[in-house]
Nanobody, 120 residues
Framework: QVRLVESGGGLVQPGGSLRLSCDGS????????MRWHRQVPGKQRELVAA???????NYAEAVKGRFTISRDNVQKTVYLQMTGLKPEDTAVYYC??????????????WGQGIQVTVSS
């Protein structure tokens, strides 16, 4: 199991921006869906944004128009550009990358989680 490496989190004031990165370059297979999730204590992990192998994106209603997910297929890296951040965006953010061998899906790799705190 390859552990993905996340970076870019931290403390930001309301209205500010952050860009999260998730490095999956150590994955020895083809990356399929790439996703960002988030979790706050006491709540279930929720899907924030996803991007398919072909580049189709979808977003949770709470972040539409503020967050943008993108990917680099060569580096197997996924990004999350977050703008207009709100205190309710405070959470631990996790990335996940699905993989396939040929046409066969074989699993999903996860990051260790990175803290994003939005506070004045």
């Amino acid at each position: 199991q390859v552990r993905l490496v996340e970076s870019g989190g931290g403390l930001v004031q309301p209205g500010g921006s952050l860009r999260l990165s998730c490095d999956g370059s150590a994955i020895p297979f083809t990356a399929t869906d790439m996703r960002w999730h988030r979790q706050v204590p006491g709540k279930q992990r929720e899907l924030v944004a996803a991007i398919s192998e072909r580049g189709q994106t979808n977003y949770a209603e709470a972040v539409k128009g503020r967050f943008t997910i993108s990917r680099d297929n060569v580096q197997k890296t996924v990004y999350l550009q977050m703008t207009g951040l709100k205190p309710e965006d405070t959470a631990v953010y996790y990335c996940s990358i699905g993989v396939r061998a040929g046409r066969e899906p074989i699993g999903t790799h996860w990051g260790q989680g990175i803290q994003v705190t939005v506070s004045s």
